[in-house]
């Protein structure tokens, strides 16, 4: 049963800590996304990459936002210095893009709180 | 500035009943409408999806329509049951542009007994 995995599953950490998450994509899957989803601003898109280069991260707080594909099968989100506003859940999708629409499967998504 | 508009943001319905959900989009360069279904706890999954160049698709009890001079698609339901019950989000995407899901604010649907 392929699924895309998240760890961790929720964090809870103090405001200026660093906070990393970690996203397993499908096998075989050549794109990766970044999600973050809030109640006042709703599912929002961060970042993805194909092949593992970044192709767009235009969502992203650059000061304080990172992502990267250290290889095909980690995607990682990074948070430095963390702030209460960064309260969310984030998800990480994979999928498989050729030509045709490249259906996202989402993981489960990380709860983050930061106090 | 919001690029989809989704409505309602609850709905609820007796089961069997035939809930609708709509979606208003504004740049007529999206080529591809997808809907998601989320469970709480849980990551929004796929649920049925239309390109402009059709005005229905049917998947099993759910049916896209879509109108394209309206620039408008919306989410049926049929015989809806309480396991249904779930938020639905309406996206939208430039299929051969930077492949980003703008989703709408999302449907709170709950189907009663």
């Known amino acids: 049963d392929a699924r895309v995995t998240q760890t961790p599953r929720h964090k809870v950490t103090e405001m200026g800590q660093e906070v990393t998450m970690r996203c397993q994509p499908i096998l075989g899957h050549n794109t990766v996304f970044w999600y973050r989803q809030t109640m006042m601003q709703g599912l929002e898109l961060l970042a993805y990459f194909r092949n593992r280069a970044p192709l767009d991260d235009s969502g992203m707080p650059k000061d304080r936002f990172s992502a990267e594909m250290p290889d095909a099968t980690l995607a990682t989100l990074k948070i430095q210095p963390s702030e209460p506003r960064d309260s969310a859940v984030y998800f990480c999708?994979?999928?498989?893009?050729?030509?045709?629409?490249?259906?996202?499967?989402f993981g489960p998504g990380t709860r983050l709180t930061v106090l | 500035q919001q690029q989809v508009k989704q409505s309602p943001q609850s709905l609820i319905v007796q089961k069997g009943g035939i809930p609708i959900i709509n979606c208003a989009y504004e740049?007529?360069?999206?080529?591809?409408f997808p809907w998601y279904q989320q469970f709480p706890g849980k990551g929004p999954a796929l649920l049925i999806a239309?390109?402009?160049?059709?005005s229905e698709k049917k998947e099993g009890r759910f049916t896209i329509s879509f109108n394209k001079s309206a620039k408008q698609f919306s989410l049926h339901i049929m015989d809806s049951q309480p396991g249904d019950s779930a938020t639905y989000f309406c996206?939208?995407?430039?299929?051969?542009?930077?492949?980003?899901?703008?989703f709408g604010t999302g449907t709170r649907l709950t189907i009663i007994p």
């Open positions: 239309i390109r402009p160049d059709v």
């Open positions: 740049n007529t360069a999206f080529d591809y």
């Open positions: 996206a939208v995407i430039f299929l051969f542009g930077n492949e980003k899901l703008t």
């Open positions: 999708a994979s999928g498989f893009k050729a030509g045709g629409p490249a259906e996202q499967f």
